[in-house]
Nanobody
Framework: QVQLVESGGGLVQPGGSLRLSCAASGSGLSITVMGWYRQAPGKQREFVAHITRRGVTNSADAVKGRFTISRDNGKNTVYLQMNSLKPEDTAVYYC??????????WGQGTQVTVSA
């Protein structure tokens, strides 16, 4: 059974920063891609960023230059450093991982609220 535990969400003022973490665990887990999606109220879930095992990253245009994704392969953990946050970044952020068999696993979600 694969488990993903997210942390780091919260309330922040516009222009502030937050760092999300997501730790994956499971017997025999071999992860290829780790990443983040988000879902704002009344909207569809959207891609934020992902990172391969070798460290190749990709991110949505809406967060380029503000969010940085990184990972620690030894800890099966992915991070999302979010800077210059805007009210439109308010959403539930979901971590996901993909294993070598192309199975995808999702975290429970962590709320990020950007408001004055």
């Amino acid at each position: 059974q694969v488990q993903l535990v997210e942390s780091g969400g919260g309330l922040v003022q516009p222009g502030g920063s937050l760092r999300l973490s997501c730790a994956a665990s499971g017997s025999g887990l071999s992860i290829t891609v780790m990443g983040w999606y988000r879902q704002a109220p009344g909207k569809q879930r959207e891609f934020v960023a992902h990172i391969t095992r070798r460290g190749v990253t990709n991110s949505a245009d809406a967060v380029k230059g503000r969010f940085t994704i990184s990972r620690d392969n030894g800890k099966n953990t992915v991070y999302l450093q979010m800077n210059s946050l805007k009210p439109e970044d308010t959403a539930v952020y979901y971590c996901y991982v993909q294993d070598v068999f192309n199975n995808a696993y999702w975290g429970q979600g962590t709320q990020v609220t950007v408001s004055a």
